[in-house]
C-alpha cells in the first residue's frame, strides 16, 4: 500500500516554544492531508483537513492559530504547534488518501508530543 | 456525528472469538475498520460500503447490516497478534474524503494465550 511517513516519531519540548511536524506521502502526490489528535486512551480526533495549495479546514474547536497547518507542495504538510503548552502534550497523527482511487486512508506512524 | 463502538473493552484467550459493534442512530455512508497497536498509527483491516456487504481479512470479518446504522468485526479463533484497539471511523459527509473519518472511542483487545 501507500505510505505516509511522518517525523519526528517523539518530541519533548519545552513550554511557550514551537514544534513543527512533518507528514509526507512517499509515493504518491496528495492534495488533502488529514491531521488528528489522540489524548492517551482516546479516540482518533480529527483536527483538520491540509489542502495543498490554500489555507486548511479546521474542525470546530481547534484553534488555528496554535496549530498552523502549511501544505506547500503535493508530498507534504507540516503541523506547526505554536506556543505549546502541557495540555498540548498528545500523539498527532497525519493520513492522507490515494486521490482518484477507491482505496482507504493510509496513517502515518504518529508523533509523541511533550511539553514540559 | 461520531459512531459508537461497543464493548470498551475485551479479554479472551488465544483461540476464542469476540465480535466489536460500531453503530450510528443515522445510516452510515461507509464503515472503515482500524487496528491500532499502543504507539502506533492504525492500520487498515476493511471498509463496508453498501448495506449487507460483507468482507474479510485473514480471520476477521465484518458486516454492514441492511439498514448501514451498524457494523459488527469478528474476531474469529483470535491469535495474540489480535490485541490492540479497534476503531470504526466514518466519513461525516457523503463527498467527503475516505480520509476524513470521525472515528468511535475504541474497543480494546486483549488476547491471552
Known amino acids: 500500500g501507500a505510505v505516509v511517513s511522518q517525523h519526528p516519531s517523539r518530541v519533548i519540548c519545552k513550554s511557550g516554544t514551537s514544534v513543527k511536524i512533518e507528514c509526507r506521502s512517499l509515493d504518491f502526490q496528495a492534495t488533502t492531508m488529514f491531521w488528528y489528535r489522540q489524548f492517551p486512551k482516546q479516540s482518533l480526533m480529527l483536527m483538520a483537513t491540509s489542502n495543498e495549495g490554500s489555507k486548511a479546514t479546521y474542525e470546530q474547536g481547534v484553534e488555528k492559530d496554535k496549530f498552523l497547518i502549511n501544505h506547500a507542495s503535493l508530498t507534504l504538510s507540516t503541523l506547526t504547534v505554536t506556543s505549546a503548552h502541557p495540555e498540548d502534550s498528545s500523539f498527532y497523527i497525519c493520513?492522507?488518501?490515494?486521490?482518484?482511487?477507491?482505496?482507504?486512508?493510509?496513517f502515518g506512524q504518529g508523533t509523541r508530543l511533550t511539553v514540559v | 456525528q461520531q459512531p459508537v463502538q461497543s464493548p470498551q473493552a475485551v479479554i479472551l484467550r488465544e483461540g476464542e472469538d469476540a465480535v466489536i459493534n460500531c453503530s450510528s442512530s443515522?445510516?452510515?455512508?461507509?464503515v472503515h475498520w482500524y487496528r491500532q497497536k499502543h504507539g502506533e498509527a492504525p492500520v487498515f483491516l476493511m471498509i463496508?460500503?453498501?448495506?449487507?456487504e460483507q468482507m474479510r481479512h485473514e480471520k476477521i470479518s465484518a458486516s454492514f447490516n441492511e439498514k448501514k446504522q451498524q457494523s459488527s468485526l469478528y474476531l474469529t479463533a483470535s491469535q495474540l497478534s489480535y490485541s490492540g484497539t479497534y476503531f470504526c471511523g466514518t466519513p461525516p459527509n457523503p463527498t467527503d474524503s475516505w480520509g476524513k473519518l470521525q472515528f468511535g472511542a475504541g474497543t480494546q483487545v486483549v488476547v491471552t494465550p
Open positions: 493520513s492522507a488518501k490515494v486521490p482518484g482511487t477507491n482505496t482507504e486512508a493510509f
Open positions: 463496508l460500503l453498501k448495506g449487507g
Open positions: 443515522k445510516a452510515l455512508y461507509s
